[in-house]
């Protein structure tokens, strides 16, 4: 069984379209993430969230949104895609939150690779 | 802005070699640090981490931390081609999220 799963491995769509991206993980962590990592590899984070506590990354635009129906799910919704939301999204879980607990672990999903045309 | 910063490389080494990777952090919190390894086209994978200043060691890998000098590195003895990929590392930092540096890309000539 795959402990973080994500859909689709791939996404090509128009701009100005809606898409989701959905993620899923079996580890029973309390913390789910949603990560982008640019050409350069870079991994930025997203959003943090467990059943308590939302943390947005100020940088990220108002149209992007997680939803999370349970603790094991938390999906990404992007509206009126733009040109520069090309990337790789990687969803991600840990047992903690922020650092609650000194030797959690990171884990993450298979990546969605999002090409706006 | 917390901040983790490595060397982009490419860092190339040949087969049998000894790798060095180094990675420095701004943040005295940090507790818990983390070597992660990706391959062009999958997602990162934990290959080390460490909590506690020295070393710590598992097959070929050896993580190192200093946190005195705010400083991690990971050492890949006897490096194979299948070690090239690009390794990232990353902090986490009691009250935030865990943050990565900008990775180092590694190449293994054979």
């Known amino acids: 069984d795959t402990a973080v799963s994500q859909t689709p491995k791939y996404l090509v769509t128009q701009m100005g379209n809606d898409k989701s991206i959905k993620c899923e993980q079996n580890l029973g962590h309390d913390t789910m993430y949603w990560y982008k990592q640019d050409s350069k590899k870079f991994l930025k984070i997203m959003f943090s969230?467990?059943?308590?506590?939302?943390?947005i990354n100020e940088t990220v635009p108002n149209r992007f949104s997680p939803k999370s129906p349970d603790k094991a799910h938390l999906n990404l919704h992007i509206n009126s895609l733009e040109l520069g939301d090309s990337a790789v999204y990687f969803c991600a879980s840990s047992q903690g939150f922020r650092g609650l607990f000194s030797n959690e672990k990171l884990f993450f999903g298979s990546g969605t690779q999002l090409s706006v045309l | 802005q917390k901040e983790v910063e490595q060397n982009s490389g490419p860092l190339s080494v040949p087969e049998g070699a000894i790798a060095s990777l180094n990675c420095t952090y701004s943040d005295r919190g940090s507790q818990s640090f983390f070597w992660y390894r990706q391959y062009s086209g999958k997602s990162p994978e934990l290959i080390m981490f460490?909590?506690?200043?020295g070393d710590k060691e598992d097959g070929r890998f050896t993580a190192q931390l200093n946190k005195a000098s705010q400083y991690v590195s990971l050492l890949i003895r006897d490096s194979q081609p299948s070690d090239s990929a690009t390794y990232l590392c990353?902090?986490?930092?009691?009250?935030?999220?865990?943050?990565f540096g900008p990775g180092t890309r590694l190449s293994v000539l054979p």
């Open positions: 969230y467990n059943n308590k506590e939302l943390i």
């Open positions: 990353a902090v986490n930092v009691y009250g935030q999220n865990f943050v």
């Open positions: 460490i909590y506690s200043n």
